[in-house]
């Protein structure tokens, strides 16, 4: 279970995870630094990965079990959740939705207008 501690630091069972901030003011998103509640030592990093439209953790030389990979799948949830419910999706000229109906037919047959060959 995770529990929100406050100055940036939230503390789950094994580690502790920390608020870095943006790394520029033009980033939009965070960077989180993970660390050994143990020996507070940085286990990696978790910070948002854009092709996949969420968070991730990237491990630094360290070793997990099932329960510490638990805590960081769940923070990474928490965190791209909360992210998104601001999200807008930027719009540019790739959002368009695409016309299925002329997906089989060439150029020639779109301007004047016939079916698609039958393969």
């Known amino acids: 279970m995770l529990k929100d501690v406050g100055n940036g630091f939230t503390k789950g069972s094994y580690l502790y995870f920390h608020d870095l901030g943006k790394l520029t003011p033009e980033h939009k998103t965070h960077r989180f630094e993970v660390c050994s509640r143990d020996s507070s030592s940085i286990i990696g990093y978790i910070k948002w990965f854009t092709q996949w439209r969420r968070y991730t953790f990237y491990p630094i030389n360290c ?5 510490c990979m638990r805590e960081i799948a769940d923070f990474c949830d928490q965190i791209t959740t909360d992210y998104k419910k601001d999200w807008k999706p930027r719009k540019n000229k790739f959002n368009k939705t695409y ?13 004047l207008g016939l079916k698609a060959a039958k393969l």
Do not use: I
């Open 99 to 111: 016309d299925m109906t002329n997906r089989n037919k060439t150029k020639g047959q779109m301007k």
């Open 63 to 67: 070793m997990l079990d099932a329960s």
